[in-house]
């Protein structure tokens, strides 16, 4: 595998914000009531990620390290900020979906660690790409967690009915549900990887 498909694949499986580092439990929980909330937050997140990486890796030498920190929430600030104002004028359902989680995307730890521990040591390019890879692993994270709550507990998968809402587990979607859905997900992640690293 080459080096730069490397740093993405790490993001999405070996590095796992969510199944295997469990960061970010906060949006995790909160905004995977569904499917397709899951998706679009996992989405936002990973827009935001990609474009603070990139300026961050090129601003890097020009900020001092006293006041590194607080530079790179400014800049992870800017974009939730256009995102949001974004979301407002054009995807008003979405914004009324995801609330206060939006404007919450500046304290993802998901964010400001990539942003320290990569984003301001690499390269624009590999900064761009580690952005890519976490957000495509944050975003199926919240999507399956959110697939396995809405299907669970409704009885439906992106609001398509598959099997009658009469059968379905009111815990799932409930916020006790959502721990115990993620719960099983992370274990089914430290298995695929066990097995990952047997053949390897």
């Known amino acids: 595998m080459g080096n730069k498909l490397k740093i993405v694949w790490n993001g999405i499986l070996p590095g796992n914000p ?33 474009c603070s990486n990139i300026v961050i890796s090129m601003i890097k030498s020009l900020v001092p390290d006293k006041v590194r920190i607080p530079v790179f ?29 939006i404007p919450l995307i500046v304290v993802n730890c998901i964010l400001l660690g990539r942003a320290e521990a990569y984003a301001s040591r690499n390269s624009v390019i590999d900064s761009a790409l580690d952005g890519l890879g976490c957000g495509l692993g944050f975003t199926l994270a919240l999507t399956l967690l959110g697939g396995v709550r809405e299907l669970l507990g409704t009885g439906s998968l992106f609001g398509c009915p598959v099997f009658s809402e ?30 990952i690293d047997k053949k390897s």
Do not use: H
């Not at 974009?79 to 914004?95: D, E, K, R, Y």
């Not at 059968?167 to 721990?179: C, K, Q, T």
């Open 18 to 50: 969510v199944l295997v580092l469990l960061l970010g439990m906060c949006a995790t929980l909160g905004t995977t009531s569904s499917a397709q909330n899951g998706l679009m937050m996992g989405m936002a997140t990973g827009g935001v990620l990609i």
């Open 73 to 101: 929430i400014v800049v992870i600030a800017t974009f939730v900020t256009m995102l949001q104002m974004a979301i407002s004028a054009w995807l008003p359902a979405l914004n009324a979906s995801l609330g206060i989680f």
């Open 166 to 195: 009469d059968y379905g587990m009111l815990l799932f979607v409930l916020a006790p549900g959502a721990f115990i859905a993620l719960g099983y997900l992370i274990a089914l992640t430290n298995a695929l990887l066990r097995k």
